[in-house]
């Protein structure tokens, strides 16, 4: 359908405006990406005028599209969207990432309109990808997500992750509108303005591809109609310049990332400050899903000699979980026979999304999914989250509710080898912000912290190991976050053992050996890595005054460091020390592997009487 000369007019003069809010935002700010945002300003205005489908007023209206920007440096021009469509004020680009201004650099959720943070390039497709599939497997509902996207992320690999997901789960709401400006930050981007190569590339991923002149408004509306109309994603690539509209930096290598030289004469060039004002088009309201939930029955396993290893407890807890609660989605990274969400999927499968050896987007479709209003359980090997690791972090900044368990974890897996021992992950999620570390020691304590994690908020992450342990708790025990468990104690003991998961039970052979030596040793099961339970760790150092940690993952920045963490700001510090991983592992048997790495019972019984002796 023809553009008519009114709405042609119209998309001109807010693409217009667009571009001069972008700037006079970056130059109060004196910095920014104004002219990442000049170029994509004709696409946004068109999308805003006619073909987005929201209601500012309702943000949580489930009926909403839903706008990603993946370029998050364009958020000058997502911000003049949001001037013209009057849901903040013109005033406000003035405090553009000032101190305490919700128009941060990077677009975040302390906008009620922004889906997730973005910023880390390479991330917003994903995560569209996962709003899309939420939107079509398990809300049954019609809205588009559109996400921008600039050529030069097209670089990541994280992007053909995406493309590749969405073409197998044919997401035709999803739309990728890719900027093709020709320049990065440092110069000209792989492929230019060659738009044709990325359509080759894009559509052998299943993706429809549409190639237009991102400056021609009316070949933007037929592109976003031929879109909306598609059965299959749709990528439009739109050959742009940066800086469009103003001279001194059109298609100029150089000014990226920084304000026009002269603000006001561009300003001017544009034709001056705009007040165009737009109905952005409403869906009809529909109530928010709300999730039905049952009482939990956990699994519950008893103290009879049999060995139950924490992954397949956490496997057997997150089945009977999807029974209780109806929003629980569960997601997989081809190992779901190795993390045990096998469970779940023969149990819920229509909950359970295999996202294949791609866990960058299995992150990012599970934090799509939380958008949504779903809670979703990842998980893959401890080792393999380091891949994904930029999406946790991102999640974390922009508020996600994730529940991530990391399976196979330390030396113990036995003869695998280093590639597949996760020996960071600790480390790794403890500095996230706002994040939960839990690792289990055996099946009843895992299944109880499993349920925990569902009431939390945050980022959750859950540590399980390979092999089978005794079960030392019976179902009838309680685990808190934030709290441990006193597994041995007298009123005259020597020294604290400080373990978690596969050392509590070389800790508790450690205390054997040193009481029939004479060593009285308390011995700590510290689940709950962070939040630690402070308390507990300094009553135990005021108590013995000598603390031995012994963890199976690197030693820096896991158990033994959150134990010290523990003394900051106290009066009296213990002495410590602490046992973990030193060296490189090879192949070995899991027991050899503890024995290598220092971290068995010997070892623990040898730093004790170490500490005895000083």
Known sequence: MAVAAVDHDLFVELGRQLRVDAIRAADFAGSGHPTSSMSAADLMAVLLARHLRYDFEASRNP?????????????????????????????????????????????????????????????????????????????????????????????????????????????????AIIDVNRLGQRGPTRHGWDTAAYARRIGAFGWHTIEIDGHDVDQIDAAYAEAKDSNLPTAILARTRKGKGVREVENAEGAHGKPVPDAEEAVAELGGPGSVRVEVASPEYEAPRHPDLHSLSIPTYERDGRKVATRTAFGQALAMLGHARSDLVVLDADVSDSTRTSYFAREHPDRFFECYIAEQQMTATAVGMSVRGWLPFAATFAAF????????????????????????????????????????????????WRSTVLYPCDANQTVHLTAAMAEHSGIRYLRTTREDLPVLYGPEETFSVGGSKVLRRSDADDVTIVA?????????????????????????????????????????????????????????????????????????????????VLALPGSATPTEQLQHAGIDADSVVEAAQELMAV
């Open 63 to 175: 009926a909403n599209d839903h706008l990603i920007f993946s370029k998050g440096h364009a958020s000058p021009l997502l911000y003049a969207m949001y001037v013209a469509a009057g849901a903040v004020s013109p005033e406000e680009l003035r405090w553009y990432r000032s101190s305490g201004s919700r128009l941060q650099g990077h677009p975040t959720p302390a906008l009620p309109w922004v889906d997730a943070a973005t910023g880390a390039l390479g991330q917003g497709l994903g995560i569209g990808a996962g709003i899309a599939l939420a939107g079509q497997r398990l809300d049954h509902r019609d809205f588009h997500v559109w996400v921008l996207c600039g050529d030069g992320e097209l670089a990541e690999g994280s992007m053909w992750e995406a493309f590749e997901h969405a073409g197998y789960e044919r997401l035709h709401n999803l739309i």
């Open 385 to 432: 989250w380091s891949r994904a690791f930029d999406f946790v972090r991102m999640a974390s900044i922009g508020g996600a509710d994730l529940c991530l368990a990391g399976s196979h974890a330390g030396v113990s897996i036995g003869p695998d080898g280093p590639s597949q021992m996760g020996l960071e992950d600790l480390a790794a999620f403890r500095a996230l």
């Open 500 to 580: 978690a998961g596969i050392t509590v039970h070389e800790a508790l052979r450690a205390a054997d050996v040193l009481a029939d030596s004479g060593i009285r040793a308390r011995v700590v099961d510290l689940y709950s890595i962070k939040p630690v339970d402070v308390a507990t760790l300094r009553a135990a150092a005021a108590d013995t005054g000598r603390i031995v940690t012994v963890e199976d993952h690197w030693p820096q920045g896991g158990l033994g460091d959150a134990v010290l963490d523990a003394f900051t700001g106290a009066t009296a510090m213990p002495a410590v020390i602490k046992l973990g």
